[in-house]
Structure formats: C-alpha cells, structure tokens
C-alpha cells in the first residue's frame, strides 16, 4: 500500500498519536456501554445491547461512537505506518494488515450483535486476535526502532499476549469470570495509550527536516552513495525521515540537482551532487 511520503514526520507522528486515542475513546465508550471493556460471555452482551436498544437516545448514540470508532480505526492505519516502515517496511505492513482485518471482524461482529445474534461473541474474538497481532508486531517495531522506548515497545508485546490469554480462559474456560477480561483487555489497551501519547510528544520534538536538504548534506560529506547508504545516513539526522528518501531523490534528479550512475564496486546504481 503506498505510504504518504509528502507528510512531515512531526505530522505523521502527531496524526497516529491523535488518531489512536480518539479511537480508543470511541472504543471506551462502547464497550462500557456493554458493561464491559472487552468481550465477556455472550449472554451478558446481547443482554446488554438489548436494553439499550430500547432507549433510542443511548442507541443513536452507541452507534455513532460505533461509526466514529470504525472510520478512526480506519485512518489511523496510515499515519501509524508512515512512522514505522521506516524502521521495517515489510512488518509496518503486516502490522497495518493486522489493524484492517480487526476492524473487519469488529465492524461485522458488532453488527451481529446489534441483531442480538449469540454467535456475535466469536467474531469479536476473532477481531481481538488480530489487534493482538497488530499489539505485537507494533511491539517489535517499537522496540527495534531506536528512537521509541524499549519499555513500550516490550509492554505492547506483554500486554497483548497476556490480553489474548485472559480473555481466552475467560471466554472458554471461566465465563463467570468477567473481571478478568476486563482486565486482559486494560492489559492491551493501556500500552496502545501509551503508545499514542509517545507519539504526541515525539511529534512536538521531531524537527521538520526537508529530506531534500538532508540528502544533499550527506552527498556533500561522502561524495556519492547508494539509496540504501544515504537513508541509513538520513536516520542519524531524523530518525522518521528515511523512508521519505526514495522520493526525494527523484524529485531532485528531475530537477537535476542530482545524478546517478551505475557502480561496479557497489553493484548497484550511486547518487552524486551535480555539479
């Protein structure tokens, strides 16, 4: 899926951090509505949904958080990939993949339950797995990254296996046990907020950089070198500005500002300043 390089790192930054808690908000206010913070037994859901239903207010309402969380839960995929893939673009993808296919089973497993289906239970479960794959790739990339805090990026990865274990034993073993969904579902929400908020402050520390201004610093200080050198150089400057490198470098080329040639010792085309 194509990234939006144009944007600014401290604009992606800010975005994804935005995004993610008016998402979780919403996602707040829903699941309290249902007497719950994530999935509990069926029975209590669809008991829950159906006495709302019969306040036309509470329901308007609920559906509207319900709209709004799934079109934030939608956005924030992009913004949130823009920062990380320039840390592993293949896992970023997955990682938004994972936050697509959650949305999918929410939207269709909170539909189900709007028709106070049983089944309903399942599906949101099966969406739950995925936020836990997208809570532990995120995890991973968070972690490796070296700008974001190891901590977060370890208790994103803890906290979705331990989620994924206490509302599993909750759902199939001790559906009496509703406390410890509750709490196997802060396990994972609560890492996501802190993520949200490393990248509020992260967006107000972040210089704005002009990539076409680092490249050509780093041309001028070695001469020529391959994309893959100038974006590994580009990291030291801007920890979230490489991976709008690419496109710099041919938008300076058209201008050009800078050239580049094939070279037998790198195996591989090198970039240079043009005189």
């Known amino acids: 899926m194509n990234q939006e390089l144009g944007l600014s790192p401290r604009s992606c930054a800010r ?18 509505a249902l ?22 207010l509470l329901f308007t309402g609920l559906l509207a958080a319900l709209f709004f969380m799934g079109l934030f839960s939608l956005i ?36 189900l339950l709007i028709f106070e289906n049983p089944n309903s239970i399942q599906i949101l479960f099966v969406s739950f797995v995925f936020y836990v794959i997208y809570m532990i790739l995120n995890g991973y990339l968070v972690f490796v990254s070296g700008y974001l805090s190891k901590v977060l990026g370890i208790s ?5 296996i331990t989620g ?18 509750t709490i196997g579902g802060l396990c994972v929400v609560i890492p996501e907020v802190a993520m949200a908020f490393t990248f509020l402050i992260k967006a107000l520390r972040i210089e704005i950089t002009d990539p076409k201004e680092t490249i050509t610093m780093i041309l001028k200080e070695f001469g020529e070198a391959t994309t893959a050198e100038i974006m590994d150089q580009s990291s030291k400057v801007s920890a979230e500005c490489k991976d709008r490198i690419p496109e710099a470098l041919v938008f300076l080329e058209s201008e050009g500002k800078v050239a580049k040639k094939l070279s037998k010792e790198k195996r591989g085309y090198v970039w240079s300043l043009v005189s």
Request: hydrophobic letters at 50%; proline letters at 4%.
């Open 35 to 56: 007497n719950s913070v994530f999935p509990v037994p069926s029975y209590e859901m669809v008991g829950a949904i159906s006495n709302i239903k019969t306040n036309s």
């Open 15 to 32: 975005n994804a951090g935005t995004f993610l808690l008016i998402r979780l908000s919403f996602g707040s206010i829903i699941y309290l």
């Open 76 to 111: 924030v995929a992009f913004p949130l990939n823009n920062v990380l893939t320039s840390i592993d673009e293949d896992g970023s993808k997955r990682a938004q993949k994972a936050r697509l296919a959650e949305l999918f089973f929410f939207i269709v497993g909170m539909g």
């Open 156 to 160: 994103m990865i803890l906290g979705g």
């Open 164 to 181: 994924f274990l206490t509302i599993t034993i909750t759902l199939y073993q001790m559906p009496g046990l509703i406390w410890l969904s």
